[in-house]
Antibody, heavy 122, light 106 residues
């Protein structure tokens, strides 16, 4: 099945750090731009970060800018989200999503993983 | 940032009903809205992109349309497998933003 596969979620104390990983099942990760999207308990979807296929371009939501870093190593077919200075409001299910582009070069998410849970609590 | 307002937040309907979910954006963004279905414990699934293009493998009872800044997702005849939460997403500008979600219940 074609699907991103997330890992690395855990319970972490406020102010702590955590690194999430995303692997590709059934497709070549390095061929696609990728994003992380999260869902806090009882809430909707919130886009977190984007990285281009080459890794040269990144964008972040204001809520995580300066604390989270998205990166990739295409030689190892790996994608990561480094999360530092974690806060309670970062508690969420984190999804890795594969990007495609339409005829107007706008991004949509055509494949999603099942998510990995991050809990920030003392 | 472009604001996107989705309605209703929840909806009760029966098998066979026709259902419409609406998203309104804070400015004209042409056809830059996508629709997703999400069931608890599962990966979200893309239904429609570019406002009206059906993703491969999605049943044709799902359709999307746009008039100005109003985008609609319609399910022509509800099936038991369609009970889920639905989200719209604007892809016109960064940051991309999602609607608040519509929970579709029996």
């Amino acid at each position: 099945e074609v699907r991103p596969v997330e890992s690395g979620g855990d319970l972490v104390h406020p102010g702590g750090s955590l690194r999430l990983s995303c692997a590709a099942s059934g497709f070549i990760l390095s061929h696609y731009g990728m994003s992380w999207v999260r869902q806090a308990p009882g809430k909707g979807l919130e886009w977190v970060a984007h990285i281009s296929g080459s890794g040269h371009s990144t964008f972040y939501a204001d809520s995580v800018k300066g604390r989270f870093t998205i990166s990739r190593d295409n030689t190892k077919e790996s994608l990561s989200l480094q999360m530092d200075r974690l806060r309670g409001e970062d508690t969420a299910l984190y999804f890795c999503a594969r990007e495609s582009v339409d005829n107007s070069n706008k991004i949509y998410f055509d494949k999603w993983g099942q998510g990995t849970l991050v809990t920030v609590s003392s | 940032d472009i604001q996107i307002t989705q309605s209703p937040s929840s909806l009760s309907a029966s098998v066979g009903d026709r259902v419409t979910i609406t998203c309104r954006t804070s400015q004209i963004i042409w056809n830059s809205v996508n629709w997703y279905q999400h069931k608890p414990g599962k990966a979200p699934e893309l239904l429609i992109y570019s406002a009206s293009i059906l993703q491969a493998g999605v049943p044709p009872r799902f359709s999307g349309d746009v008039t100005g800044s109003e985008f609609t997702l319609t399910i022509s005849s509800l099936q038991p497998d369609d009970y889920a939460t639905y989200y719209c997403q604007q892809s016109y500008s960064v940051p991309t933003t999602f609607g608040q979600g519509t929970r579709l219940e029996i």
